[in-house]
């Protein structure tokens, strides 16, 4: 994958020249500078039809990218929870074609075999299929379930699928990253990340425009780093904005990021967002896992925000499906944000700018500003 380290536009440029100045009126003034509207207008460029939804790979979300930048008994099984593996699995058994009830949803994360039709199907054509067979959908799972074995029987039933889609064996994703270097000359050493992943589902037979998932979440990182590089707010320790590719494809892109990260992982924690644009509540996964970092969020909830926030304890078992899942691997203290609260759609092009809640992405922003201050300038480590 190729690696783009660049700064995000012109937040980022007048780095050097920012003064020493974290006091309580100067976090209030940069605080109160993160407005809905630049969140909102951002999540719009980032649904725009130039960028067909941001597929990593494609010419678009390469252009997008340059827009931005400007446990243990689980092991065993660990494979087959992969799309990918259950799909090379399929072909060898000798299976032309696989159906595949997961949504129906787009989905780019899966394989490429050549002649290999694979199409996702959602509960009515189930349904469909199982009509008239003598067998239960629901029984059938669960005997796989509790047996661990397969319950193979012939449907009798004839399914035509009808597909056109496109194998792009080029394309390339990147990372896009801008960095505030911290004052100490110690604390610098260690970086705070924010992560929001970039790319969606691009065209499937129409526009996927992506805008809670996770257009929603660049446009929060993206606000945080221009409240702090805007109003020179003091960081003794270094912020990156890490903005991933390929997160629908594998998530790659944390994981190219893993095998060659720019600073340190054991100098690193990460504050991830992952579908934030909806609703009146926020969470963060693994809270209970890393209760220092935990405790900076609810400190700055408590002071300025007022916003419900809830967490939890994430085992991270299965499949990886966040960036923060790689980071976690890969030993890094991480969280990783959502709201919640208002109607959703995942990987249809419901997706819209018609679903996002602009005050939400407002309050996590700010949010995010304080918890990152404040951690940025802890003299108590933060892991």
């Given at each position: 994958m190729k690696k783009y380290i660049v700064f995000i536009g012109v937040l980022l440029i007048s780095i050097a020249a920012r003064a020493q100045d974290s006091g309580e009126e100067a976090l209030l003034k940069a605080l109160h500078s993160i407005s809905s509207h630049d969140l909102l207008e951002y999540v719009e460029i980032q649904c725009d039809q130039k960028y067909q939804g941001r597929l990593t790979g494609t010419r678009e979300y390469q252009e997008c990218a340059e827009w931005l930048a400007g446990e243990e008994k689980f092991k065993p099984w660990y494979e087959y929870s992969f799309h990918q593996h259950k799909i090379a699995n399929a072909v060898k058994h000798g299976a032309i074609g696989m159906i595949y009830n997961?949504?129906?949803?787009?989905?780019?994360?899966?394989?490429?075999?050549?002649?290999?039709?694979?199409?996702?199907?959602?509960?009515?054509?189930?349904?469909?299929?199982?009509?008239?067979?003598?067998?239960?959908?629901?029984?059938?799972?669960?005997?796989?379930?509790?047996?661990?074995?397969?319950?193979?029987?012939?449907?009798?039933?004839?399914?035509?699928?009808?597909?056109?889609?496109?194998?792009?064996?080029?394309?390339?994703?990147?990372?896009?990253?801008?960095?505030?270097?911290?004052?100490?000359?110690?604390?610098?050493?260690?970086?705070?990340?924010?992560?929001?992943h970039l790319d969606h589902m691009g065209m499937c037979y129409e526009l996927i425009p992506g805008a809670n998932d996770n257009a929603s979440a660049v446009a929060v990182m993206m606000g945080v780093a221009k409240a702090l590089a805007v109003n020179k707010i003091t960081l003794k320790r270094s912020v990156m904005f890490l903005s991933f590719g390929a997160e629908e494809q594998g998530i790659m892109g944390a994981y190219e990021y893993i095998k060659r990260p720019v600073v340190p992982l054991e100098k690193s924690v990460l504050l991830n967002m992952d579908g934030v644009g909806i609703g009146h509540s926020i969470r963060a996964a693994a809270g209970t896992n890393y209760p220092i970092l935990w405790s900076y969020v609810e400190d700055a909830n408590q002071k300025y925000i007022h916003r419900p926030l809830s967490t939890n304890y994430f085992s991270n078992l299965g499949r990886p499906r966040l960036d923060a899942a790689r980071f976690l691997s890969a030993g890094v203290p991480s969280l990783s944000f959502s709201t919640y609260g208002s109607a959703n759609y995942y990987h249809i092009p419901l997706d819209n700018l018609d679903i996002i809640k602009p005050e939400i992405m407002e309050d996590l922003c700010q949010l995010l500003f304080i918890t990152v201050v404040n951690m940025a300038n802890s003299p108590d480590p933060l892991r």
């Open positions: 997961y949504g129906p949803i787009a989905n780019p994360n899966n394989d490429y075999f050549e002649n290999f039709v694979y199409v996702h199907i959602g509960d009515t054509v189930v349904r469909d299929i199982f009509a008239g067979t003598g067998y239960n959908h629901r029984a059938v799972v669960s005997r796989i379930d509790s047996t661990m074995k397969p319950a193979s029987f012939n449907t009798g039933k004839v399914v035509t699928v009808r597909m056109s889609t496109k194998h792009f064996t080029d394309g390339k994703g990147s990372n896009i990253i801008g960095m505030l270097e911290g004052t100490d000359p110690v604390l610098k050493g260690e970086t705070i990340i924010i992560g929001a």
